[in-house]
């Protein structure tokens, strides 16, 4: 059973960071994206970054552009998310992806196959 195990998130001012973690275990951690994603209270689940594991541009939301960094540590099987200037609109439960399927567009929750269980983001204005 795959697994991914999201942390780092918490409640910061606006203008502060926080950089998020997703540890992939029991997945074949090549050659596909993993992305994050969040979902505000009464909102769809939207993309915000990904990255293919392989190499190759990341791809991020416009509204995240400039502000928000996605990498990762192949050797550890961890991608990361690193947010800076948070915005109160950046509040939302922080979700990792993995395996998307192919054809499918980065940025569709539809696409993937694998889910963590989300970390919590508060930005307060």
């Known amino acids: 059973q795959v697994q991914l195990v999201e942390s780092g998130g918490g409640s910061v001012q606006a203008g502060g960071s926080l950089r998020l973690s997703c540890v992939a275990s029991r997945y074949t951690y090549s050659r596909n994206w993993m992305g994050w994603f969040r979902q505000a209270p009464g909102k769809e689940r939207e993309g915000v970054a990904a990255i293919y594991t392989s190499g190759g541009n990341p791809a991020y939301a416009d509204s995240v552009k400039g502000r928000f960094t996605i990498s990762q540590d192949n050797a550890k099987n961890t991608v990361y998310l690193q947010m800076n200037s948070l915005k109160p609109e950046d509040t939302a439960m922080y979700y990792c992806?993995?395996?998307?399927?192919?054809?499918?567009?980065?940025?569709?929750?539809?696409?993937?196959?694998?889910w963590g269980q989300g970390t919590q983001v508060t930005v307060s204005s």
């Open positions: 992806a993995a395996d998307c399927r192919y054809g499918f567009d980065w940025f569709k929750p539809n696409a993937y196959n694998y």
